[in-house]
T-cell receptor, first 116, second 116 residues
Framework: AQKITQTQPGMFVQEKEAVTLDCTYDTSDPSYGLFWYKQPSSGEMIFLIYQGSYDQQNATEGRYSLNFQKARKSANLVISASQLGDSAMYFC?????????????FGKGTLLTVNP | GAVVSQHPSWVICKSGTSVKIECRSLDFQATTMFWYRQFPKQSLMLMATSNEGSKATYEQGVEKDKFLINHASLTLSTLTVTSAHPEDSSFYICSGRRRGSRYEQYFGPGTRLTVT
């Protein structure tokens, strides 16, 4: 079974509108964390936001917020006021357990296109 | 921010030769470094995890004799693809985890390897 599922291969949004990118996860570990990364066409992975399983509040970073619904095992990324520069591939990833040698498991990604 | 560089950014080599990719953390000490590969339009797959001064831990299915990883210092890790074949052509990305950081991984810009 996939540990990270991103069901939207591609999404389109109008500039200045908000968009939600879906991510569901599967783990039996009580300690885990969820990340969102952006990968522009140039290839580098840009860290956007992180949510720990024990964090009481949903994470926010500027225009990015994470809608964390623990019971549903979902961690959707919300981008407000989309900009043309937001067009990129977006990956959801999960770490399981603690310690220094945790691993990240990535979803297959969602290609976001922002239209002018 | 935490900056990771990779060199070279792209390389073309002939089948049967070896190629070395360097990953450097420029402004932080990376106690743990990770190597990923990414095929076109696909997700990142973890190849191995290395701690400074220790042998790398390889993921299942990754040939340790083919993909040699060295993490000689807190700012440098290298991946050597030995006896490269066309199927090794891929995008290789490294990341580093900063000493004392929570869980963030900082990614390099990636190296595109083409084996002819």
């Amino acid at each position: 079974a996939q540990k990270i599922t991103q069901t939207q291969p591609g999404m389109f949004v109008q500039e200045k509108e908000a968009v939600t990118l879906d991510c569901t996860y599967d783990t039996s570990d009580p300690s885990y964390g969820l990340f969102w990364y952006k990968q522009p066409s140039s290839g580098e992975m840009i860290f956007l936001i992180y949510q720990g399983s024990y964090d009481q509040q949903n994470a926010t970073e500027g225009r990015y917020s994470l809608n964390f619904q623990k019971a549903r095992k979902s961690a959707n990324l919300v981008i407000s006021a989309s900009q043309l520069g937001d067009s990129a591939m977006y990956f959801c990833a999960m770490r399981e357990g603690g310690g220094s040698n945790y691993k990240l498991t990535f979803g297959k990604g969602t290609l976001l296109t922002v239209n002018p | 921010g935490a900056v990771v560089s990779q060199h070279p950014s792209w390389v073309i080599c002939k089948s049967g030769t070896s190629v070395k990719i360097e990953c450097r953390s420029l402004d932080f000490q990376a106690t743990t470094m990770f190597w990923y590969r990414q095929f076109p339009k696909q997700s990142l797959m973890l190849m191995a995890t290395s701690n400074e001064g220790s042998k790398a831990t390889y993921e299942q299915g990754v040939e340790k004799d083919k993909f040699l990883i060295n993490h000689a210092s807190l700012t440098l890790s290298t991946l050597t693809v030995t006896s490269a074949h066309p199927e090794d052509s891929s995008f290789y990305i490294c990341s580093g985890r900063r000493r004392g950081s929570r869980y963030e991984q900082y990614f390099g810009p990636g190296t595109r390897l083409t084996v002819t």
